[in-house]
């Protein structure tokens, strides 16, 4: 991979919050953060495109939920072809976590993730997608 410098003005409020979100997030310098921002963009430009993704969609949930976990199981059938995965991890006795790997056109993960999360008895959720192609 080639590698090119270039330089850029920007406004000291902006430049103030960019150092600030590579102490937040450990990085090594401003460039790192910057490429990490625009691969953060074109991820989320490829969602957008209908580009193939791949990804997880993470669950936390009550699993004495009633039906819950039949109603994650009727999703999961729906979707069987984007879903490579699921593994389940008991946090305590009522709350559980549950990742979901993925991959397929991104607007269809998208409606996955907006069916899961969406279920009553889902305290929080989250998809996640990187470029695949």
Not at 35 to 43: G, P, Q, S
Not at 82 to 87: D, H
Not at 95 to 101: D, K, N, T
């Amino acid at each position: 991979m080639t590698v090119s410098r270039f330089g850029i003005s920007i406004e000291q409020e902006l430049l103030d919050a960019l150092d600030e979100f590579v102490v937040q997030n450990n990085f090594s310098n401003r460039s790192q953060a910057i490429r990490h921002l625009v691969n953060k963009n074109l991820v989320e430009h490829k969602w957008q495109c209908n580009n193939k993704v791949a990804g997880t969609i993470t669950l936390f949930f009550d699993p004495h939920k009633r039906d819950l976990l039949n109603t994650l199981l009727a999703v999961y059938e729906d979707f069987y072809d984007e879903i490579l995965s699921t593994q389940r991890f008991m946090l305590s006795p009522e709350r559980c976590l549950e990742i979901v790997a993925v991959k397929g056109i991104a607007k269809r993960l998208t409606e996955l993730s907006d069916r899961l999360i969406s279920i009553k008895g889902i305290q929080h959720g989250k998809l996640s997608m990187s470029r695949f192609d």
